[in-house]
Nanobody
Framework: QVQLVESGGGQVQTGASLRLSCAASGRTFSTYIMGWFRQAPGKEREFVAGISRSGGDTDYTDSVKGRFTISRDNAKNTVYLEMNSLKTEDTAVYYC??????????????????WGQGAQVTVSS
């Protein structure tokens, strides 16, 4: 029973950086595993990054590893995705997601029960 709202998207050139934010409602934010997904035109939604409840464990898809960083601030009920060295292939709608799982970070979309509305990220050459 959380509501998620993304912000921070926009249009940038290759090599630039952006930070996405996802604000969550409720005081139980720290009990959720959080993730970021993205969906490019004509493609399936794919896992980008995930973070454990305390922030002590993270997971990234290979294409963003070393460039993107997921973090969370439980006192602010917010999860972040710092994106560096952006490429045109990073262009997509980015979604924040929350899972009530008792286990480790999942990569499948059905692992997450709550979703934000999405934020557009466009990277131009």
């Amino acid at each position: 029973q959380v509501q998620l709202v993304e912000s921070g998207g926009g249009q940038v050139q290759t090599g630039a950086s952006l930070r996405l934010s996802c604000a969550a409602s409720g005081r139980t934010f720290s009990t959720y595993i959080m993730g970021w997904f993205r969906q490019a035109p004509g493609k399936e939604r794919e896992f980008v990054a995930g973070i454990s409840r305390s922030g002590g464990d993270t997971d990234y898809t290979d294409s963003v590893k070393g460039r993107f960083t997921i973090s969370r601030d439980n006192a602010k009920n917010t999860v972040y995705l710092e994106m560096n060295s952006l490429k045109t292939e990073d262009t997509a709608v980015y979604y924040c997601a929350a899972s009530g799982s008792l286990y480790s970070i999942g990569r499948a979309s059905n692992f997450y029960g709550y979703w934000g509305q999405g934020a557009q990220v466009t990277v131009s050459s």
